[in-house]
């Protein structure tokens, strides 16, 4: 067995693989379709130990399209291929509506292309499923796949290969990706918001801390005030009548009031 992996590369091919074959499934004509609604078909293809799948053609229920296109290496004395169609559930497990063993025309690997129609079996019974639409191309001279260490003695699931036109799923390991190193993010300073710098929250502190001092060069002072001022309070200097008046923001009750009780102390 450990001579079969060491002769093997990764995801089981041989590494005496002298080309590789596209297989586009174009379309599928089905007997029947299975389910209250139209169903979502999907095509998974097993080659050799790969297993390849196609997107969902959603709606697709008897007469699905994808014109999906797979590349893959094929290993010497690998002839043949298995098709699986499935109905995509989604709150219950995907439905095997139809299936087929594929063979691969020795005029393929000869580097002709064939289009043909081949039957499907499923429920209906052998070969009357319906058919399903592929397209074969072989190109030989294709580089043979890196050999790799195999993973626990298994293939695993790869999301997304690179040999994978159009999307789809692969089961198994694609030759080696080399990927650029990840590089940490450089730690920025930021200011947390609404932040004052010090210099201003103290001057923003010391305007609150000052009284309102009215500037007299903003407005004229009302000489009425201050006449009334200095009557109510005859024994009080003209220039402390005319600060307390200002003081209080040029208020002619308020001046009164403090100049009273100064007049009485």
Known sequence: MLQQQQAMGFGGFHQSAVGAINLTIVQARLAKNYGMTRMDPFCRIRLGVMVFETPTAYNGSKT????KTIQSQLP??????YIEIYDERTFQ???????GMIKIKPEVLEGQTDD???ALTGKQGDGKEGMVQIIMQYKKGAAPMMMNPMIGGAPV???QPPNIY???MVYGVPPMVYQQPMVAPQPQMVRPPYAQPPQQTQQTQQQFMQPHIPDSS?????EKDLKALKEMCPGLDDEIIKSVYQSSGENLDRAAAQLLEMSAS
């Open 93 to 99: 497990m995907d439905e095997k509506v139809a299936w």
């Open 76 to 81: 010497p004395g690998v002839t043949e291929f």
């Open 116 to 118: 043909e129609w081949h």
């Open 64 to 67: 699905p399209r994808w014109n």
């Open 218 to 222: 903003l407005g004229q002072i009302n």
């Open 166 to 168: 159009g999307g789809g």
């Open 157 to 159: 699931l790869i999301q």
